[in-house]
C-alpha cells in the first residue's frame, strides 16, 4: 500500500471550515483514499473515501486531485466534537487480511 | 442496532495469566479485525476472519489465538500474557474489503 504524509497538526476555529491536506504520491491505481478519526481514546470512526472522483457524505467531502497524488479532507463547518486525530490511508480495495495501515495523522484542534 | 461491541472495556492481568477478549457484532459482517494499537503508534492487525469459522494471522500474531465460531461473535485469547501485550485492542467487523470499517470501543489491557 502506498504511504501518505500528513502534516502532524493543525487548528481550526469553531464554525470554519477544516481543511486536512495529505499527499499520496506513490498510490497506485487500484488503490483507494480513506479517512478516518479517532476522537480520544475511541475506537477509529470512518468518514470517506474515494478512488479518483470528489465524495460528499453528511460529515465531509473528499477533493482528489487529477493526477490523485494528493487529496484534502473538507470538514465544512468544523464543531469542538471534530477535535480529533485525522488519519489518511491508501489501500487496495480488493486484498483480505489488508490492514488499514493508520500513520501519525493530524491532529485537528477546534476552538471557540 | 450496538454495531460493534468489545468485552470487557478494561482489565489488568499479571504475567503468565490469560484471557479472552469477546468482538461482537450485530451487522451481519462477513469480516472481523482484530488490531492492538501502542502508544504514539498507528494500529496493526493481530489475526482476522473472513467468515464464519475461518481464521488467518495478520501483521502481530504471535501470543494470541483467535476463533470465530459464530459469525457475529470473534474471540481474542491470550494464553500467557506478557508486558509487551500491554495495550488498546479494537476490533471491527465490515462485509467486503473496500467497505469502510467499523470499530469497537476497545479494550485497554495492562499486563504488569
Known amino acids: 500500500d502506498a504511504k501518505t504524509t500528513q502534516p502532524p497538526s493543525m487548528d481550526c476555529a469553531e464554525g470554519r471550515a477544516a481543511n486536512l491536506p495529505c499527499n499520496h504520491s506513490t498510490i497506485s491505481g487500484n488503490e483507494y483514499v480513506y479517512w478516518y478519526r479517532q476522537i480520544h481514546s475511541q475506537g477509529p470512526q470512518y468518514i470517506i473515501h474515494g478512488l479518483k472522483n470528489n465524495e460528499t457524505n453528511e460529515m465531509a467531502s473528499l477533493i482528489i486531485t487529477e493526477d490523485r497524488k494528493s487529496s484534502t479532507l473538507i470538514l465544512p463547518h468544523a464543531t469542538l466534537r471534530d477535535t480529533a486525530v485525522y488519519y489518511c490511508i491508501v489501500k487496495s480495495s480488493n486484498q483480505a487480511g489488508t490492514a488499514l495501515i493508520f500513520g501519525k495523522g493530524t491532529t485537528l484542534s477546534v476552538s471557540s | ?94 462485509d467486503r474489503p473496500d467497505d469502510e470499517q467499523y470499530f469497537g470501543p476497545g479494550t485497554r489491557l495492562t499486563v504488569t
Open chain 2, 1 to 94: 442496532n450496538a454495531g460493534v461491541t468489545q468485552t470487557p472495556k478494561f482489565r489488568v492481568l499479571k504475567t503468565g495469566q490469560s484471557m479472552t477478549l469477546l468482538c461482537a457484532q450485530d451487522m451481519n459482517h462477513e469480516y472481523m479485525y482484530w488490531y492492538r494499537q501502542d502508544p504514539g503508534m498507528g494500529l496493526r492487525l493481530i489475526h482476522y476472519s473472513v467468515g464464519e469459522g475461518t481464521t488467518a494471522k495478520g501483521e502481530v500474531p504471535d501470543g494470541y489465538n483467535v476463533s470465530r465460531l459464530k459469525k457475529q461473535n470473534f474471540l481474542l485469547g491470550l494464553e500467557s500474557a506478557a508486558p509487551s501485550q500491554t495495550s488498546v485492542y479494537f476490533c471491527a467487523s465490515f
